[in-house]
C-alpha cells in the first residue's frame, strides 16, 4: 500500500503516468510565459508567413515555431531558435494544409504556453517573376583551350522556384520555344560552350516554379566570341626607338582594345595604357607617384599583346599573340 502512495504521487508530480503522447512542449520543463497570440500574415505560392505577438518578460525570449500538416505530420519545431516575432515558412506542398502554433523560450530552455493555432494552404497561384539582370560575357583564348559565353542573373526569391530555362538564338528576337531552349538549370549562371567565333548569340531566361508555371522572359543579353587581334607593330624582335607606339588590325564586333607590355612572357606588367577603340596607341606607363610614371629603358626587351572587347568595361573578350620588342 505504502508503494502504491509513493507511485501516485511521483505521477501526479510528473503529470500524468500514462502512455499519451507528449507534445514538444510537454516533453520540456514549462515556464509560466504567456502564449504569445499568431497570425498568418500571408500565404503565397509555396510559402506561409506567420506573425506574432511578443511575450513580455524581464529578460530577451526566444521563440519556436511548430508545424503539423493535414497529411498527419504531427506537430515538429521547424525553425532554430528564433529572436524575432516573425517567420516564412517555405518549399511547401501546394495540396497541403499547414497548421502552426509558436511557443516563447526563456534562457533556461523552458517552453511557455502554447499559442493560438493558425493554418493555410499554399496554392500554387502565381507565376515567377521575370529574371532581371541577365549578363552575357564572351571569352575566346586559345591559350587556356577557352572559348564560351558566360551568362549570370539576379536570383529570383519565390519560395516554390526549381529552376530557369536558358533560350538562345542567333538573331536578336528570343521567342521561348523548344527550338530556341538551351538548357534548364538551378544555378542562376550558365557557361555557353556550344558557341563558335565571329558569331553574336542572343539569350534570354525565365524562371519556372514547382508547378511548372513560367515566367514572362527577361530582357536580351548578347555577345560574340571575337577573333584573335593580329599585331602589327613593333613586330617580333625589332628594335624601337621611344615613344614606342602600338599598331594592330581591327577585329570585327569588338568595340574597344586594351595593350598590355611586360617585363616577361607572363608577368610583369608596366604599362597603364586605358581601353580605346581605336588600334593605335601610344606607351603609357605605370604611375609610380603624383608625377612619374614608369619609362621603357634603352637596351631592355619588352612584350605586348593586346586584348580585345565587346564590354564598355573593357572585360577580356580574347587575347592576341605576345610579341616582343628591344627599345634603342
Known sequence: MKSQIVFLIVCILNVGCGDDKKSPIDSHEVSLLEAPILRLESIGDGEVRLLWSAVS??????????????????????????????????????????????????????????????????????????????????????????????????????????????????????????????????????????VEVGETYFYAITAVDRGAKESPMSSVASDSPLNLPSLVSPIEGALIETPVVFRWNSVPKATGYRVVVTTSPTSGEISEIELTPDTTVAFVGRLLSKNQRMELESGAIYYWK?????????????????TNFKVR
Not at 583551350?145 to 538573331?171: C, F, H, P, T
Not at 564598355?312 to 580574347?318: S, Y
Open 306 to 322: 593586346v586584348i580585345a572587347s565587346t564590354q564598355n568595361t573593357g572585360v577580356e573578350n580574347t587575347v592576341s599573340s605576345i
Open 57 to 194: 518578460s524581464d529578460y530577451d525570449l526566444l521563440y519556436k515555431v511548430f508545424r503539423s500538416s493535414e497529411d498527419g505530420e504531427d506537430a515538429t519545431p521547424i525553425s532554430d531558435s528564433i529572436s524575432g516575432t516573425e517567420f516564412t515558412d517555405r518549399g511547401l506542398e501546394y495540396t497541403t494544409e499547414y497548421s502552426y502554433r509558436v511557443a516563447a523560450v526563456d534562457k533556461f530552455g523552458r517552453f511557455g504556453e502554447w499559442s493560438n493555432t493558425v493554418s493555410g494552404q499554399p496554392f500554387n497561384n502565381r507565376t515567377p517573376e521575370s529574371p532581371l539582370k541577365l549578363r552575357a560575357v564572351a571569352h575566346n583564348i586559345p591559350l587556356i583551350g577557352k572559348l564560351d559565353i558566360s551568362l549570370d542573373w539576379d536570383e529570383n526569391s519565390e519560395a516554390d522556384l526549381v529552376g530557369y530555362r536558358v533560350y538562345r538564338s542567333q538573331v536578336e528576337q528570343v521567342n521561348p520555344t523548344a527550338k530556341n531552349l538551351l538548357v534548364e538549370v538551378v544555378d542562376a549562371r550558365y557557361v555557353d560552350q556550344t
